[in-house]
């Protein structure tokens, strides 16, 4: 079964920038867009990223993504880091139609 | 603005069915997928399946002989059904519109925590 592995956490200051990554384990992470969810506490995910590099209106410009076929991964990049930042995140992508979520990641700004 | 709200038990006993309703407002539900995600407690989200607004559905594997996804294009809502629950399907259920299939979700419900327990 495909499956997506992100980091369980992450952590770093305010201001800096954190990379987050989502590692597909077969096939080419590329043949299928990758999405990044945020989730905060008690509140449904947003997408923060769709169809691997593109934001939805109201997302700001800290946040980018992209694929690097060599590794077989997808990034999620937040520059500028705020402590609103501070919440779960999460990839997805498909395999045969399927959508597959990866386990998310803690990012903590501290 | 679409909204999406999911209604159902809160409670449901261990062996019977689960039955949600996502209702959608705010837009239309033709030429668009629509999911059902669900989250345990403390944990990561799980696919369970889709439905086109044509009725073609695709669930997943590991759930797909427990599963029922519907759509009723009038009432603007479509379903989950989920039968033999167990207490490893407690958890919290979001409604999610798809815009092509392809490309995830762009809208969700707020969610619903479904409890299994007698």
């Known amino acids: 079964n495909f499956m997506l592995t992100q980091p369980h956490s992450v952590s770093e200051s305010p201001g800096k920038t954190v990379i987050i990554s989502c590692t597909g384990s077969?096939?080419?992470?590329?043949?299928?867009?990758v999405q990044w969810y945020q989730q905060r506490p008690g509140s449904a995910p947003t997408t923060v990223i769709y169809?691997?590099?593109?934001?939805p209106s109201g997302v700001p410009d800290r946040f980018s993504g992209s694929i690097d076929s060599s590794s077989n991964s997808a990034s999620l990049t937040i520059f500028g880091l705020k402590t609103e930042d501070e919440a779960d995140y999460y990839c997805?992508?498909?395999?045969?139609?399927?959508?597959?979520f990866g386990g998310g990641t803690k990012l903590t700004v501290l | 603005q679409v909204q999406l709200q999911e209604s159902g038990p809160g409670l449901v006993k261990p062996s019977e069915t689960l039955s949600l309703t996502c209702t959608v407002s705010?837009?239309?539900?033709?030429?668009?997928?629509w999911s059902w995600i669900r989250q345990p407690p403390g944990k990561g989200l799980e696919w369970i399946g889709s439905?086109?607004?044509?009725?073609?559905?695709k669930y997943n594997p590991s759930l797909k002989s427990r599963v029922t996804i519907s759509v009723y294009m009038s009432k603007r809502q479509f379903s989950l059904r989920l039968t033999s629950v167990t207490a490893a399907d407690t958890a919290v259920y979001y409604c999610?519109?798809?815009?092509?299939?392809?490309?995830?979700?762009?809208?969700w419900g707020q969610g619903t925590l479904v409890t299994v327990s007698s």
């Open positions: 997805q992508s498909y395999d045969n139609s399927n959508k597959v």
């Open positions: 999610a519109r798809d815009p092509s299939g392809v490309a995830g979700s762009d809208y």
């Open positions: 705010g837009g239309s539900i033709s030429s668009y997928y």
């Open positions: 439905i086109h607004y044509s009725g073609s559905t």
């Open positions: 169809e691997d590099n593109q934001r």
């Open positions: 077969s096939g080419s992470i590329a043949s299928n867009y």
